[in-house]
């Protein structure tokens, strides 16, 4: 429950809903009664945090265990932000109200890069001291996972620990070892040790790291027995790995307001920009009856009609029409709608779309992420022209008229007439819309056209890929923009300045720490909100701590180098991501996980898709 | 069919919650507690409920109604408050189920308990706040500016005062009865605010909805 003297600042900021807590299905224990209280902290607002699927899976995990009580923690938009420092109200947990200090573990999932420094500015607002170092006694453990600890070098003065890959098993083995030392009156440091010797488990304090002349990492060497290398964990039997049957159910609208199933882990395809493509590797499936009663269960214990199948690519999912008619079975008696995001091109069909057209109709998204086919090959987004025409021939024919598709700018090896030809496309999908004799009549087609611009992330073979810069991504929004000739599509384009600091935090190393101390005490946060965004401001911060961002951002590496994240391992080897990069200058796609394997280096945890047959094998 | 009322409760965390949040949070409890009630036969169907009177963000309430229709004429009613709480979260009760008496359209006014305190600490106590609240009150007319569907407009609120009287109790507290329903509604912070400018004072006002009556004064039931 929240604390009784923020009543009085509710009613003055936006969305009090928000800040209360007290939902159906939020879990309340007896603090005295459990041996460890855990914050999962969110680095962004209610709604955003709310709709993430990691959180309601940890959360649900972590409560069911006795011992330990998991609470929920967003960061307050700035207007709430002024109230509680005015009022000197420290941040608090939504079950409780307690402040962050009541806490054993603050935990943080890194999803991007641009909420590092509400992750500061959180721990600031709690009371908690944002250095590690300022953190002497076995309390207040500040623990981060997610896709960005990947490379969590940006953040190691910050955070204590890091768990590398998925956190169903690490997580728990980590909040019992606390237990234990917490019993046996050990100190931080022996716990932080002992951690370190657990899989997956990144103690950024046992390493240190030595730099050559010209910035780059000369090596990374580990102290007090802390392992060479960190191997990422990975849940292989994904039907029994754990699943929520219950989730919080927000009392406001959040951004993704539905029940939510993850079908798979992984993604066969490989994209080279993708960087969720190579981290969860290999793909693990669950079977269509396990997705089916977890689905139910889901809907029956949260009230919500609409389930939303969740995936890195939907339509990749083996038993895809088997899986939407068993679902529909109850799912269309009992009035619940099926939502299939993330589909591709060359994977939607009649069948999927009379399944999922039974209970409810929106627009079509598409992401082609290349104009020409060339690029494509070269970024290996294996979707073909005629693919993206058929299908939007299939779904102009079933009744939609509205289309967004999605691309990239800045993709390497890109040239202007790659960038022209993202307009065409477009334009081809409006011809194919008076091209098809079954189309909706007596109605326009909308065709939206959005482009982003490409930021190179570790893990894939990118990695060593430098950024467009600034003034040449605008160039080619611009191109975009003059290419296109008919008002049938609209176009829009994401500001490439954020893409830029993103750039540089996601192939960081250790001297962003300082940059991102000072930004946080000037105030900054909520970078991935334009509302608080200033590129201005940063180019200062890096100025005044003497560090050049394009170091990190435009630069290229050389594949000898010693990147910042060498020493943390997710399976995929840099001879595979080599091979890759080098494929994709000469234009080269690859075939996918069930095509071929092209030997990655996932093999090595002994399931998923590398050791499914092979159509091939048949 | 029968067409059933329920009168709930909404406070603690549910006061700060919109109507609109509201609607949702009940389509799902009624979803969850599997009430086989009337859906909307449209492409999208969902469960048809509708509210008499939407209660403004931070106000609390002991007295809200909602209606829908069940589809099982043998349906028992009082069981239904149990079922639904079960499927409600914390700040949202039902206290009773029957069947609609009354239309929404006959709604005439609702009584609220106000609670003021004022905001800069110290500045101004709990008896002058009172004098002033008197004074204010007694003025021969209170002009607001009221947003209306033609745009801003000036009115007295005086006429509109149908009861008020000083409540017991600590601080300052006030029982007040204005016209609510379709046709004309006041809401309480209309005046609230009014009396915040002429007291000078940044207030801070907990406002319960206790009642809502039809014409004659009966309860809306």
């Given at each position: 429950?929240y604390?009784?003297e923020i009543?009085?600042l509710?009613?003055?900021?936006?969305k009090p809903?928000?800040?209360?807590?007290?939902?159906?299905?939020?879990?309340?224990k007896?603090k005295?009664?459990?041996?460890v209280?855990f914050?999962?902290?969110?680095?962004?607002?209610?709604e955003?945090?709310?709709s993430h699927?990691?959180i309601?899976?940890?959360?649900s995990?972590?409560?069911?265990?006795?011992?330990?009580?998991?609470?929920?923690?967003?960061?307050?938009?700035i207007?709430?932000?002024?109230?509680?420092?005015?009022?000197?109200i420290?941040?608090y947990?939504?079950?409780?109200g307690?402040?962050?200090?009541d806490?054993?573990?603050?935990?943080?999932?890194?999803?991007?890069?641009?909420?590092y420094?509400?992750?500061l500015?959180?721990?600031s607002l709690?009371?908690?001291?944002v250095?590690?170092?300022?953190?002497?006694e076995?309390?207040h453990i500040v623990?981060?996972?997610?896709?960005c600890?990947?490379?969590p070098?940006?953040?190691?003065?910050f955070?204590?620990?890091?768990f590398l890959?998925?956190?169903?098993?690490v997580?728990l083995e980590v909040i019992?070892?606390?237990?234990?030392?917490k019993?046996d009156?050990?100190?931080?440091d022996?716990?932080?040790?002992l951690?370190?010797?657990?899989?997956?488990?990144?103690v950024?304090a046992?390493y240190?790291?030595t730099y050559?002349?010209d910035?780059?990492i000369?090596?990374?060497?580990?102290?007090d027995?802390?392992?060479?290398?960190?191997?990422?964990r990975?849940m292989m039997?994904?039907?029994e790995?754990?699943?929520?049957?219950?989730f919080?159910?927000?009392?406001?609208e959040?951004?993704?307001d539905r029940?939510?199933e993850?079908?798979?882990?992984?993604?066969i395809?490989?994209?080279r920009?993708?960087?969720a493509?190579?981290l969860?590797?290999p793909?693990r499936e669950k079977?269509v009856?396990?997705?089916?009663?977890q689905?139910?269960?889901?809907c029956?214990n949260?009230?919500?009609d609409?389930v939303s199948?969740?995936?890195?690519?939907?339509?990749?999912?083996t038993?895809?029409v088997?899986?939407?008619?068993?679902l529909?079975?109850?799912?269309?008696?009992?009035n619940?709608s099926?939502?299939?995001?993330?589909?591709?091109?060359d994977g939607?069909?009649d069948?999927?779309l009379d399944?999922i057209?039974?209970?409810?109709?929106?627009g079509?998204t598409?992401a082609?992420e290349?104009g020409?086919?060339?690029?494509r090959?070269?970024?290996?987004?294996?979707?073909f022209?005629d693919?993206?025409?058929?299908t939007?021939?299939i779904?102009?024919?079933?009744g939609?008229?509205?289309?967004?598709l999605?691309?990239?700018?800045?993709l390497p090896t890109e040239?202007?007439?790659?960038?022209a030809?993202?307009?065409e496309?477009?334009?081809?999908v409006?011809?194919c819309?008076?091209?098809?004799?079954?189309?909706?009549k007596?109605k326009?087609?909308?065709v939206t056209?959005s482009?982003?611009?490409f930021?190179?992330?570790p893990f894939?073979?990118?990695q060593?890929?430098p950024?467009?810069?600034m003034?040449?991504?605008?160039e080619?929004?611009?191109h975009?923009?003059?290419?296109?000739?008919?008002?049938?599509?609209?176009y829009?384009?994401?500001?490439?300045?954020t893409?830029?600091?993103?750039?540089?935090?996601?192939r960081g190393?250790?001297r962003?720490?300082a940059v991102l101390?000072?930004a946080?005490?000037?105030?900054?946060?909520?970078?991935?909100w334009?509302?608080?965004?200033?590129?201005e401001?940063?180019?200062?911060v890096?100025d005044y701590c003497?560090i050049?961002?394009?170091?990190?951002?435009?630069?290229?590496?050389?594949?000898d180098?010693?990147?910042?994240?060498?020493?943390l391992d997710?399976?995929v080897?840099k001879?595979?991501l080599?091979k890759?990069?080098?494929r994709a200058?000469?234009?080269e796609?690859s075939?996918?996980?069930?095509?071929?394997?092209?030997?990655c280096?996932a093999?090595?945890?002994?399931?998923?898709v590398?050791?499914?047959?092979r159509?091939?094998?048949? | 069919?029968?067409?059933v009322r329920?009168i709930?409760?909404?406070?603690?965390?549910?006061?700060?919650?919109?109507?609109?949040?509201t609607?949702r949070?009940?389509?799902?409890?009624?979803?969850k507690?599997r009430?086989d009630?009337?859906?909307t036969?449209?492409?999208?169907?969902?469960?048809?409920?509708?509210?008499a009177?939407?209660?403004?963000?931070?106000f609390?309430?002991?007295c809200?109604?909602?209606d829908f229709r069940?589809?099982?004429?043998e349906?028992?009613l009082?069981?239904?408050?149990?079922?639904?709480?079960?499927c409600?979260p914390e700040?949202?009760?039902?206290?009773?189920?029957?069947?609609?008496?009354?239309?929404?359209?006959?709604?005439?006014?609702?009584k609220?308990?106000?609670?003021?305190?004022?905001?800069?600490?110290g500045?101004i106590?709990?008896?002058?706040?009172?004098?002033?609240?008197?004074a204010?009150?007694?003025?021969?007319e209170?002009?607001v500016?009221?947003?209306?569907?033609?745009?801003?407009?000036?009115?007295d609120?005086?006429p509109?005062?149908?009861?008020?009287?000083p409540q017991?109790?600590?601080g300052?507290?006030?029982?007040l009865?204005l016209p609510?329903?379709?046709t004309?509604?006041?809401n309480?912070n209309?005046?609230l605010?009014?009396?915040a400018?002429?007291s000078?004072?940044?207030?801070?006002c907990e406002i319960?909805r206790?009642?809502?009556?039809?014409?004659g004064?009966?309860d809306?039931?």
């Open positions: 429950m604390p009784k009543e009085k509710l009613l003055k900021v936006q809903g928000r800040y209360v807590g007290g939902e159906l299905n939020a879990v309340v007896d005295r009664a459990v041996d209280r914050a999962f902290c969110f680095p962004d607002t209610y955003i945090g709310m699927l990691g309601k899976i940890l959360y995990l972590f409560n069911e265990k006795p011992y330990i009580w998991c609470e929920r923690v967003f960061a307050p938009w207007d709430m932000e002024a109230e509680m420092r005015a009022h000197d420290p941040l947990a939504l079950e409780s307690d402040p962050l200090t806490f054993d573990f603050i935990g943080f999932t890194l999803q991007y890069e641009l909420s420094t509400n992750i500015n959180m721990l709690g009371g908690i001291p250095l590690a170092k300022d953190r002497k076995l309390d623990v981060a996972g997610g896709p600890a990947c490379n070098e940006p953040i190691t003065d955070v204590d620990i890091f890959g998925d956190g169903e098993e997580d019992e070892l606390y237990r234990a030392c019993k009156g050990r100190s931080k022996e716990f932080l040790r951690a370190s010797q657990i899989k997956g488990v990144y950024p046992l240190d790291v050559h002349e910035g780059t000369s090596a990374v060497t580990p102290k027995g802390a392992p060479a290398v960190i191997e990422k990975v039997n994904m039907d790995s754990y699943y929520p049957d219950n919080v159910v927000p009392n406001i959040i951004v993704h029940a939510v993850e079908i798979f882990r992984g993604c395809r490989g994209c920009f993708c960087q493509g190579f969860y590797r793909v079977s009856e396990c997705i089916s009663r689905c139910h269960a889901l029956q949260t009230g919500y609409e199948l969740s995936s890195l690519s939907s339509s990749d999912y038993q895809v088997p899986l939407l008619r068993e529909n079975s109850w799912a269309k008696p009992e619940v099926l939502s299939l995001p993330s589909l591709r091109v939607f069909t069948d999927i399944e057209k039974t209970v409810r109709k929106s079509l598409f082609p290349a020409s086919q060339r690029l090959n070269a970024i290996n987004k294996n979707v022209e693919e993206l025409m058929n939007c021939r779904a102009f024919e079933g939609y008229t509205t289309v967004k999605y691309f990239m700018i800045g040239t202007m007439d790659d960038v030809a993202i307009a496309l477009g334009r081809k409006v011809d819309f008076y091209q098809t004799e079954n189309r909706p007596g326009s087609p909308r056209v482009a982003s611009s930021v190179p992330k894939t073979p990118f060593w890929e950024q467009d810069t003034d040449e991504l605008r080619k929004q611009q975009i923009k003059n290419s296109i000739t008919t008002r049938k599509i609209t829009n384009y994401h500001a490439s300045d893409s830029f600091l993103e750039a540089v935090f996601a190393d250790r962003l720490n101390l000072e946080h005490r000037r105030g900054m946060r909520f970078d991935g334009s509302d608080c965004f200033s590129l401001k940063w180019l200062e890096f003497g050049d961002p394009a170091f990190y951002a435009n630069r290229r590496r050389s594949f180098e010693i990147l910042p994240w060498d020493h997710y399976g080897t001879a595979f080599k890759e990069c080098e200058y000469n234009s796609a075939p996918n996980c069930r095509e071929k394997c092209m030997n280096g093999l090595k945890y002994k399931g998923g590398c050791y499914e047959k159509q091939s094998d048949l | 069919m029968k067409n329920v709930y409760e909404k406070n603690g965390p549910c006061k700060y919650i919109s109507h609109l949040d609607n949070v009940m389509l799902r409890a009624i979803t507690s009430l009630i009337w859906h036969e449209g492409f999208n169907r969902h469960p048809y409920i509708t509210f009177l939407p209660l403004s963000l931070g609390s309430s002991t809200e109604s909602m069940v589809l099982n004429d349906e028992d009082a069981a239904i408050p149990e079922r639904l709480n079960a409600l700040g949202i009760r039902v206290l009773s189920c029957r069947e609609a008496v009354h239309k929404p359209a006959d709604i005439e006014s609702a609220y308990e106000v609670k003021i305190e004022p905001l800069n600490n500045e106590s709990e008896e002058e706040l009172k004098e002033q609240l008197s204010f009150l007694a003025l021969p209170i002009l500016d009221k947003k209306t569907k033609k745009g801003m407009k000036q009115v609120l005086k509109y005062i149908l009861a008020c009287e017991d109790g600590e300052v507290r006030l029982s009865t609510a329903g379709s004309l509604n006041i309480p209309l005046l605010d009014a009396f400018e002429y000078h004072t940044e207030l801070y319960t206790v009642g809502i009556y039809v014409k004064g009966a809306f039931v």
